[in-house]
Structure formats: C-alpha cells, structure tokens
C-alpha cells in the first residue's frame, strides 16, 4: 500500500510536508528510493523517465502532478490498463485566469511598447486597445480556458472559445472542431491557446493557423510548446501577420541561452510559469483519491487515455 511520489525536476519537501498532514500513516517513498517495486500501488509523478512506470508490477493509479498528463502518455511503456489522473484545481484555474488577463492588458495597454520608450525615456502615447472591440480567441475551452474566458468577459472583451465539442459560457461564442476553426480565427485579434498536447493539437499554432487571425494579432501561449511551431512564429513577426507573442512554454525547457525568443523585441518569454501546481492546494484531492484506491473505487479526476486529455 505505498505511494511513490516521482518528481524528476521538482523540489519534494513542500509534498512530503502536505501528504504527511493529510495520511500521516500513509508509507510515502521518494524514487528513487522505491523499495521493492511490487510494493507501491500509487504514484504522483512529473516527467517521469521513459519506461519507469512500466516496473511497477501492483500500480493501481498513476496521478499527474500538473493538469496536463502529456509528460505521463509520451511514455509507449506507459502501463495501458492502470488509470491516470490529472490535477483539477480551482487555484489553478484562477492562476492561469491572472496570466491570461495580464498578457492581454499588456498588450491592450501597449505595456511592451512602454518598456522599450522607458529604456529610452521616451514620452509617447499610444491609444489602449479597446475591450469591447478587441476579439480573444480561446483554444481550448475546459479547465482553464473556460476560467480565463469568463475573466475576460468580465472585463468587456470580445471573446470566443474553440472546443472539440460545444460549449456555454455567458458571454463566450463557442466554435467546434475544424470545420468552425476558420471562423474563430477571422473574428481573433488575441489568439490564446489553452489546449492539451495530443497527436491532434502537436504544432497547431502553425503558418495555416496565423494566416486566419486577423492582420496584427497577438499570441499567448501558455499549453505547452511543442504546440507552436516556433520557426513559423518568427516568419508571422516578420511579415507582420502576428504583431507579437507572449509565450511561457517551450519546446525546451529552460529556454536555451542562444535562442531567438529571448531577444525578439515583440516577444515576452516567461519561464513556465502561468499556473504552477500547490502542494497545499492540491493534495487533499490527491489524498482522497488514493483512498479511493485503496477502498477498490475508480480514482476522480481521470483523463481518456484514447483521447489523450
Ligand atoms: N503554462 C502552465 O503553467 C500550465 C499550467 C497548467 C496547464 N497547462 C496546460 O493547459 C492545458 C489545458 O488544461 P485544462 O485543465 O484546461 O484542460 P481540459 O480541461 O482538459 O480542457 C482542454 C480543452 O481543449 C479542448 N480540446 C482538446 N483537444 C482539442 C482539439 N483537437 N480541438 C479543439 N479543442 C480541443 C477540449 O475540448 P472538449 O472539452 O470539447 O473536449 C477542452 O475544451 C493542459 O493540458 C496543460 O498542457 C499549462
């Protein structure tokens, strides 16, 4: 009855502390310390390395430690008949809400125009982007697109979301599936893309996807990034198609010191960080879960493994 927590690249301490508050009995081992394999029956994992998960003979579940699971299915060893959850949290929802808002006011209220004029102390005003008349168009309207759609709804925007299937949220035009994907994008001025990573979304923010938005748009990515195809980003810039990007996830993570994001002056780099996953937040949920476990019940919060979110 063991629970494996197997962060690759995260520090344990604040997890140790919250699972040990809330299962004070509970046998925690830290990979890679597992102990005998056939022993642990739980796992809470990130970035796991390839084929790891497959030597766990007992696994009753495997529990991603963020919302998204595509670090846990890139994984062909990844053991297929063992269930596997993701985070479903309203604080990150919120968290993720907030960047969205922040990048589009930064970009309404021309916030990086002003950061280059400060550096030149240079008095010049540019008149702000207006909310009722600007289109944000959402990819991915579930957890957190559909928290960040109702934001900015609040604040007057123009907003649009686009689903595989409908959606109703107050205010937010929903869009289905490629056949709407067109008309989502000619109404877009802010394209924000909150997809999961799946075979069907890998490289969508693509040359064929900016040449719908409308001339001058801008794009915030904060899904993951092997969805943006980056060399087509840098050809959007320089034709103007995009006007700029404000991007927090990347193909290589930390973002290599050489590479041309860092310097572009349109685009805004942060450092994977719109909606970071708390220990305190999230690990009631991840407790009660293991108790369903435990008790022979099927965990919350699981995705479809055929549709791969
Ligand atoms: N940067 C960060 O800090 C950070 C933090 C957390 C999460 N994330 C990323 O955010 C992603 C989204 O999280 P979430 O909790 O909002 O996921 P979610 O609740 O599963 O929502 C996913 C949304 O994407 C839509 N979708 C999926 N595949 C599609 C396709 N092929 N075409 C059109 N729409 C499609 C779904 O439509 P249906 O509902 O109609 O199926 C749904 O609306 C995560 O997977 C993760 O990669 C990033």
Redesign the pocket.
């Known amino acids: 009855m063991a629970f494996l927590l197997l962060l690759a690249d995260i520090e344990s301490k604040s997890w140790v502390k919250q699972l040990k508050i809330h299962e004070p009995q509970l046998d925690l081992r830290l990979w890679p310390n597992t102990g005998p394999v056939e022993e642990i029956d739980f796992v809470l994992a990130w970035r796991p390395p390839p084929g790891e998960l497959a030597r766990y003979p007992k696994l009753r579940c495997i529990a991603s430690l963020?919302?998204?699971?595509?670090h846990l299915l890139r994984d062909p060893d990844l053991p297929a008949a063992v269930p596997v959850t993701?985070v479903?949290d309203a604080s990150?929802a919120q968290s993720?809400s907030e960047y969205v808002v922040m990048a589009v006011l930064n970009w309404c209220r021309h916030m990086p125009r002003y950061a280059r004029q400060q550096q030149e102390r240079r008095w010049q005003v540019h008149v702000p982007r207006q909310a009722s008349s600007t289109g944000v168009g959402i990819?991915?309207?579930?957890?957190?697109?559909?928290a960040a759609a109702r934001h900015l709804v609040a604040l007057g925007f123009d907003v649009a979301g686009?689903?595989?299937?409908p959606?109703q949220i107050a205010g937010v035009r929903s869009y289905?599936?490629e056949a709407q994907l067109g008309a989502f994008l000619g109404r877009t001025d802010i394209l924000v893309c909150?997809?999961?990573?799946?075979e069907?979304?890998r490289g969508i923010l693509d040359a064929r996807l900016f040449a719908g938005v409308r001339p001058g748009a801008y794009l915030i990515n904060?899904?993951?990034g092997e969805h943006l195809q980056e060399a087509d980003l840098l050809a959007a810039l320089d034709s103007g198609q995009l006007a700029g990007a404000c991007l927090?996830?990347f193909v290589t993570e930390p973002l290599p010191p050489e590479h041309p994001f860092w310097r572009h002056p349109s685009i805004t780099v942060t450092p994977?960080?719109?909606?970071?996953t708390h220990p305190r937040a999230v690990v009631p949920r991840l407790i009660e879960n293991y108790r369903r476990v435990m008790a022979g019940l099927a965990p919350l919060d699981q995705i479809d493994r055929l549709r791969g979110?």
């Open positions: 963020g919302a998204g699971v595509d993701r479903v990150m993720m990819m991915g309207l579930g957890q957190l697109g559909g686009w689903s595989t299937g959606k289905i599936g909150l997809l999961p990573l799946t069907r979304t904060c899904a993951r927090d996830v994977h960080t719109a909606s970071l979110y």
